[in-house]
Nanobody
Framework: QVGLVESGGGLVQPGGSLRLSCVAS????????VGWFRRDPNKEREGIAC????????HYADSVKGRFAISKDAASNTAYLQMSSLKPEDTGSYHC????????????????WGPGTQVTVSS
């Protein structure tokens, strides 16, 4: 069965860090672009990070640049999102997804994504 499952979310104080994980089943990340997007309480989607499958380049939203880092591990077929210096406005449901074309695209073009993991940044 093809799917993505995220984990690692939780409640963290402003300024704290979290590392999110995304495990793929039924396929590998090898040739796909993998990314993360988040939904805020109003359910708006924001693409925040993407790792291209064709050239390995990374792309970040301005809102997270310098604070978040995306990576993947081929051996475990897992993608990660390391988040630091978290702010209350980072609160939301975080989802990983893939672009089967191999390159990063707008958030509306994800081919598949997981159910998400909740991140809440609050004191």
């Amino acid at each position: 069965q093809v799917g993505l499952v995220e984990s690692g979310g939780g409640l963290v104080q402003p300024g704290g860090s979290l590392r999110l994980s995304c495990v793929a089943s039924g396929f590998t990340f090898r040739d796909f672009a993998v990314g993360w997007f988040r939904r805020d309480p109003n359910k708006e989607r924001e693409g925040i990070a993407c790792l291209s499958g064709d050239d390995g380049s990374t792309h970040y939203a301005d809102s997270v640049k310098g604070r978040f880092a995306i990576s993947k591990d081929a051996a475990s077929n897992t993608a990660y999102l390391q988040m630091s210096s978290l702010k209350p406005e980072d609160t939301g449901s975080y989802h990983c997804g893939v672009f089967t074309a191999g390159y990063c695209q707008p958030v509306e073009e994800y081919d598949t994504w997981g159910p998400g993991t909740q991140v809440t940044v609050s004191s």
